[in-house]
């Protein structure tokens, strides 16, 4: 998360953690890579467009979304956010 965010959420009271993963208005890209084409993938976007990647998770068998805290637990989370495919 930004320092930006974390300025944000306290000045507002809010949970920059509740808003990094469930608010809207947040256009990024999310693409899956195998782990040994994340640095060369990482390097010739940068090269190519002056852009950064962040590396923000993994993907695992099993089921189910878990968030890895600092001390290296993983705790389940709950989706949040907009289903743009939930029937309404």
Known sequence: MSAALG???RAAG??????ALGGGEDYR???????????????SVAE???????EIGE???????RLRQ???????LA???FDHFARG
């Not at 890209?29 to 390097?43: I, K």
């Not at 190519?48 to 962040?54: I, K, N, P």
Request: aromatic share 2%; with cysteine; net charge neutral.
């Open 48 to 54: 190519s467009t002056g852009r950064r990647l962040y």
């Open 70 to 76: 600092p001390d290296g637990r993983l705790e389940p």
């Open 59 to 65: 993907i695992v068998p099993g089921s189910g979304i």
């Open 7 to 9: 300025e944000l959420c």
């Open 29 to 43: 890209l999310l693409v899956a890579v195998a782990p040994e084409g994340v640095g060369p993938l990482t390097r």
């Open 14 to 19: 809010g949970d920059p953690l509740a808003l």
């Open 79 to 81: 989706q949040r956010g």
